[in-house]
């Protein structure tokens, strides 16, 4: 966490416990100022009833002394009663605000820690395909060289329209502002589609297939891509370049089964919730190595349940992870 961040939630939390403090030690004084109370009236009601006990018979007496005890006894009550409801309301309340209060430094730093991440994010492909173009423009290139530099501006420019397209999709998703052109789809097809492009973008990746051909789904195929292109590149990032990535497709007992395998190193059993909340990125922003913005899974997630689908990520054996795509039928 930035200095700066956690120096300001030390701050907010000591003000908070300081105000909390108050408001108990509050709330004890008036308890106790109401119990001093209600027992010096009884004692003025007693010394009264004794001025009294000569001119009253022996059970009016007793009547008026049990009155008296009865009227202590139920201030105590009272008195204790509303002083717990008044304590637990205090510490679910503070509990309340303590959490929101932590809830929305959480946002907070993931917001930084977006910043950060989209700032390189888009400043890399950017850059890189400005000196691509300025070397075509000022070098007489053989042909060779201009396909080379050509290919390697369209791969950064893909780059940067695939991350510009998760920016705005979690958008409209979050918001719920996009309409899904649902249809039914080829999905497929739609794999193959998108793992032959991902292996023209990356050569140097083994990429598997396991494809069940009769697997059709109803839904908005531009979001489907989306969902899949998010798998994959997230399996690219963890994953060493000399290992496989495997997509499977099958079909069975009225779900359809989307897995995307990497033999990375895996993801934490405590991690495996979080993996998929805005912005969420596993480890530090300032020491990690990885590209990302912490969008894609999160996409996923809105993405599958936009098609009434669940995802989860369990452990690949020996190493890795298998991030399943569950669609009912």
């Known amino acids: 966490m930035p200095a700066t961040i956690a120096k300001r939630l030390r701050r907010t939390t000591f003000v908070f416990w300081m105000l909390l403090f108050y408001i108990i030690a509050a709330l004890v004084w008036w308890y106790v100022s109401l ?23 022996a059970d009016e007496y007793n009547n008026q002394l049990s009155d008296i005890e009865h009227q202590k006894q139920r201030n105590f009550q009272k008195y204790a009663g509303e002083g717990i409801i008044f304590l637990i309301l205090i510490l679910v309340g503070a509990y309340f605000v303590l959490r929101s209060i932590r809830r929305q430094f959480r946002l907070q730093l ?3 820690n977006f910043m950060m991440a989209i700032t390189h994010e888009l400043k890399t492909p950017i850059s890189i395909t400005k000196l691509n173009l300025e070397t075509l423009q000022k070098y007489n290139l053989d042909p060779e ?18 991350l510009t397209s998760n920016i705005l999709v979690s958008s409209q998703l979050e918001n719920n502002s996009t309409k899904a052109d649902w249809e039914e789809l080829d999905l497929p097809s739609l794999l193959k589609d998108c793992l032959r492009d991902f292996q023209n973008r990356y050569p140097d990746i083994l990429f598997r297939q396991e494809i069940d051909e009769e697997a059709d789904v109803k839904g908005d195929a531009l979001l489907l891509q989306m969902l899949v292109n998010n798998l994959l590149e997230n399996a690219i990032k963890y994953s060493p370049k000399e290992s496989p990535i495997t997509a499977v497709l099958k079909q069975k007992n009225k779900a359809i089964y989307m897995q995307v395998k990497d033999e990375g190193p895996g993801i934490p059993d405590d991690e495996r919730e979080k993996v998929f909340s805005k912005f969420y990125r596993i480890g530090n922003e300032s020491t990690r190595k990885t590209q990302g913005t912490g969008l894609g899974l999160y996409l996923c997630k ?16 020996p190493k890795g992870s298998i991030f399943t795509v569950t669609f009912k039928l």
Do not use: M, P
């Open 110 to 112: 993931q917001q930084q």
């Open 145 to 162: 060289k201009q396909k080379k530099i050509i290919k390697t501006t369209l791969s950064e420019t893909a780059r940067l329209n695939f």
């Open 302 to 317: 809105k993405i599958a349940a936009t098609h009434n689908a669940d995802i989860l990520v369990t452990n690949n054996e």
């Open 35 to 57: 119990q001093h109370q209600s027992r010096l009236l009884s004692e003025q009601q007693y010394q009264n009833l004794i001025i009294k006990k000569e001119t009253l018979s």
